[in-house]
C-alpha cells in the first residue's frame, strides 16, 4: 500500500521530507511533483530499487534513459563532464524544466557505467529538491506516464496514489502537476541540439 503524504510546495515540512527520505534510503520508490509532471525515482546509490523501477517500465537498468534530479549544480562533475560553456547554459536556465544530455563522467555508479551520457534535472519545485538535499544523492527518476490517449501525464496526486498503490511506496501529493514534460536539450556534441520541445522555452537554445 503506497502511503499518500501532502507536502506543500511553499513550505516543505522537514519531518515530513525525512519521512519520504527514510523510505528512500531503504531502497523504496517514491512518486513526488517536479516543475512538470510528476515522476518516480528511487535513490541513485541503491541497485534494488533501480531495478525495481527498470522492471516497471519494462527497460533494461544498463540502457534505461532515467534523469538524474540534483538539487543544484554543486556536484554535478561526479555524474556528467560539464565544460564551461555548457556550465553557463545550465547556470542560466536551472533550476527549470528541463532535462540536459550531458557525457556521463568516470564516477557515474557501476550500474550506469557503461553509459556515454547522463540526462540531468533540477526542477524549479521546492519538494523534489528538499528531498534530494536531504538525502544527499541524486534521485534516478522517469516521468509517470497514463495509458490515456488524451490526456499523457495523469496530474491528480489522489489519483495517482490510487493508481500506483501497489507499485511504490511513498506518493508525495504536492497538489495538482502539469501535464507538459520538461524540454529535452543535448549538450553531448557542443551545440545544444533540441530532442524533444516540452515545458521549457527552446527558442533560447
Same mark, same amino acid.
Given at each position: 500500500?503506497?502511503?499518500?503524504?501532502?507536502?506543500?510546495?511553499?513550505?516543505?515540512? +522537514? !519531518?515530513?521530507?525525512? %519521512?519520504?527520505? %527514510?523510505?528512500?534510503?531503504?531502497?523504496?520508490?517514491?512518486?513526488? +511533483?517536479?516543475?512538470?509532471?510528476?515522476?518516480?525515482? =528511487?535513490?541513485?546509490?541503491?541497485?534494488? /530499487?533501480?531495478? @525495481?523501477? /527498470?522492471?516497471? !517500465?519494462?527497460?533494461?537498468?544498463?540502457?534505461?534513459? *532515467?534523469?538524474?534530479?540534483?538539487?543544484? $549544480?554543486?556536484?554535478?562533475?561526479?555524474? /556528467?563532464?560539464?565544460?564551461?560553456?555548457? *556550465?553557463?547554459?545550465?547556470? #542560466? &536556465?536551472?533550476?527549470?524544466?528541463?532535462?540536459?544530455?550531458? +557525457?556521463?563522467? &568516470?564516477?557515474?555508479?557501476?550500474? *550506469?557505467?557503461? @553509459? @556515454?551520457?547522463?540526462?540531468? #534535472?533540477?526542477?524549479?519545485?521546492?519538494? =523534489? #529538491?528538499?528531498?534530494?538535499?536531504?538525502?544527499?544523492? +541524486?534521485?534516478?527518476?522517469?516521468?509517470? %506516464?497514463?495509458?490515456?490517449?488524451? $490526456?499523457?501525464?495523469?496530474?491528480?496526486?489522489? $489519483?495517482?496514489?490510487?493508481?500506483?498503490?501497489?507499485?511504490?511506496?511513498?506518493?508525495?501529493?504536492?497538489?495538482?502537476?502539469?501535464?507538459?514534460?520538461?524540454?529535452?536539450?543535448?549538450?553531448?556534441?557542443?551545440?545544444?541540439?533540441?530532442? #524533444?520541445?516540452?515545458?521549457?522555452?527552446?527558442?533560447? *537554445?
Amino acid at each position: 500500500m503506497a502511503e499518500l503524504i501532502k507536502i506543500y510546495e511553499e513550505n516543505p515540512s +522537514p !519531518k515530513e521530507i525525512e %519521512k519520504v527520505v %527514510k523510505v528512500l534510503k531503504n531502497g523504496g520508490l517514491v512518486i513526488y +511533483p517536479t516543475d512538470t509532471v510528476y515522476g518516480l525515482g =528511487c535513490d541513485i546509490t541503491n541497485n534494488a /530499487a533501480l531495478e @525495481k523501477i /527498470a522492471q516497471i !517500465k519494462g527497460v533494461k537498468l544498463e540502457k534505461s534513459n *532515467f534523469s538524474f534530479i540534483v538539487a543544484d $549544480l554543486s556536484n554535478l562533475s561526479e555524474y /556528467a563532464s560539464i565544460d564551461n560553456q555548457n *556550465f553557463k547554459i545550465l547556470k #542560466r &536556465n536551472l533550476p527549470g524544466p528541463y532535462t540536459f544530455i550531458l +557525457p556521463g563522467s &568516470n564516477s557515474l555508479p557501476s550500474v *550506469f557505467k557503461k @553509459k @556515454k551520457t547522463v540526462g540531468i #534535472r533540477v526542477p524549479n519545485n521546492n519538494i =523534489c #529538491r528538499a528531498l534530494v538535499t536531504a538525502l544527499g544523492n +541524486p534521485i534516478v527518476s522517469t516521468s509517470i %506516464k497514463d495509458e490515456d490517449e488524451v $490526456l499523457e501525464y495523469t496530474t491528480d496526486p489522489e $489519483l495517482i496514489a490510487e493508481k500506483w498503490d501497489k507499485l511504490v511506496d511513498v506518493v508525495i501529493d504536492g497538489g495538482y502537476g502539469d501535464n507538459v514534460a520538461s524540454s529535452v536539450i543535448d549538450l553531448s556534441e557542443g551545440d545544444p541540439e533540441i530532442l #524533444r520541445e516540452g515545458k521549457g522555452d527552446v527558442d533560447i *537554445f
